[in-house]
């Protein structure tokens, strides 16, 4: 079986973790045996092809077909222009279409859709291609990917969002398998009516790479200071702004470390409102960092499509505060590895923070279930969930509902 993974970017130095999922699933694929190929974009003008871990990576030119990639502002006309030719043109057509040709695969397997479109899953159909789709993200019901504007959540689709989505609803008939990375994910796009010829739907989390074992028993909660971490992109729909305010009610047993990095005016605003007991360590190795601390903080306010973060926590036996919003409960509470907190409820993340850490016995009981859930999320647990939806999809022939077991 020969299976094309397309993905926005592939082997690119800052890449996110659904690009890094993609990565591990064709790697962990092609060291099975199974013929996998890759479609990636990228900024040269010329179609670029390598083999890297047994994989072949086809680079499209990303011409003009994903301005967002170069992080271009654009107007409402010039935004709802380009979100219409975006759903309804050949867009990546002449590309795709040689690739298809020349590895002429049994299985097309999108994933992350910006610069290549909806309109993909037209040109693997003419190839007589089957289609599997892993939604990772709010692309297909939100302009901005984010389900996140004017420093909220969106509670639900906007009008504009509605107007702009509608052409892509309407091409995920052309879908025969769809995996979501998260229950609630996958649950809001069938809800709202998409993928409504998909022979096959199941939740798939992403995997988290190789699991350390550098850790391999419990932690047990120091006298003084606890140290409090967060680790991710400086932005404010991740909640960092947030964590630091709740930080003030904390008395001076805790410290923060902060790891990632941002736009240089947002990270100076944070380091102005940040008290002496929070560190900023800019972009670091994630092995160093969790070994650091002694409890992670993901207190995001826009619906995480997953949490890697959660996972690679777990592998280090480190118990998880997170809020209640997107995947994030689907993966701390079956788990009970953690707590949930209401970002919208004054007090609710330092309260959590204090629960935890009071109780030595609690901590480490919270630990204990975090190294027992993180295999569940290994490479060659999701590797098998992928290889048995392929070999139903090319047997398939009713409607299934799978559902790969989180708790």
Request: glycine letters at 6%.
């Amino acid at each position: 079986m020969k299976v094309l993974q397309v993905t926005e970017r592939y082997l690119d130095h800052e890449i996110g973790g659904a690009q890094k999922s993609v990565q591990l699933l064709a790697e962990g694929l092609a060291r099975r045996g199974m013929q996998v190929v890759v479609c990636a974009v990228h900024e040269s003008p010329v179609l670029d092809l390598q083999k890297v871990n047994g994989v072949r990576v086809y680079k499209l030119p990303l011409g003009n077909r994903d301005r967002r990639l170069r992080n271009a502002h654009l107007g409402p006309m010039r935004a709802l222009r380009d979100h219409l030719a975006e759903s309804f043109q050949v867009g990546s057509s002449p590309e795709l279409s040689f690739v298809l040709e020349r590895e002429k695969p049994d299985i097309v397997h999108s994933n992350i859709l910006s610069g290549f479109s909806v309109s993909l899953w037209r040109t693997a159909a003419r190839h007589n291609c089957k289609v599997v789709h892993t939604v990772r993200d709010h692309y297909l019901r939100c302009a901005r990917s984010t389900m996140y504007k004017h420093g909220a959540k969106c509670r639900s689709v906007c009008t504009e969002c509605r107007i702009l989505s509608l052409p892509k609803r309407v091409e995920t008939k052309r879908v025969d398998a769809v995996v979501g990375i998260s229950r609630k994910l996958l649950d809001e796009q069938l809800k709202a009516g998409y993928f409504p010829a998909a022979r096959i739907s199941r939740v798939i989390p992403n995997s988290i790479g190789q699991l350390r074992g550098a850790i391999p028993l419990t932690r047990s909660l120091p006298r003084t200071p606890v140290t409090l971490g967060f680790i991710g992109r400086l932005v404010a729909a991740k909640g960092i702004e947030l964590l630091l305010r709740e930080l003030r009610h904390l008395d001076d047993k805790f410290r923060l470390l902060v790891a990632g990095t941002g736009n240089t005016a947002y990270v100076r605003r944070l380091h102005a409102i940040a008290g002496d007991n929070v560190t900023f360590l800019g972009k670091c190795e994630a092995d160093a960092f969790y070994e650091k601390i002694d409890l992670l903080v993901v207190p995001s306010l826009w619906d995480e499509p997953f949490g890697r973060v959660v996972i690679e926590a777990f592998s280090f036996g480190l118990p998880v505060i997170a809020s209640n919003r997107g995947a994030l409960p689907e993966l701390v509470l079956p788990a009970a590895a953690g707590a949930i907190f209401d970002p919208d409820t004054p007090g609710s993340l330092a309260n959590s923070i204090q629960h935890l850490t009071c109780d030595p016995v609690t901590y480490s009981r919270f630990s204990k279930v975090a190294l027992q859930a993180a295999p569940r999320y290994s490479d060659d647990s999701v590797t098998d969930a992928y290889e048995d939806l392929y070999q139903e999809l090319q047997g398939a022939n009713k409607n299934q509902d799978l559902c790969f077991p989180l708790s």
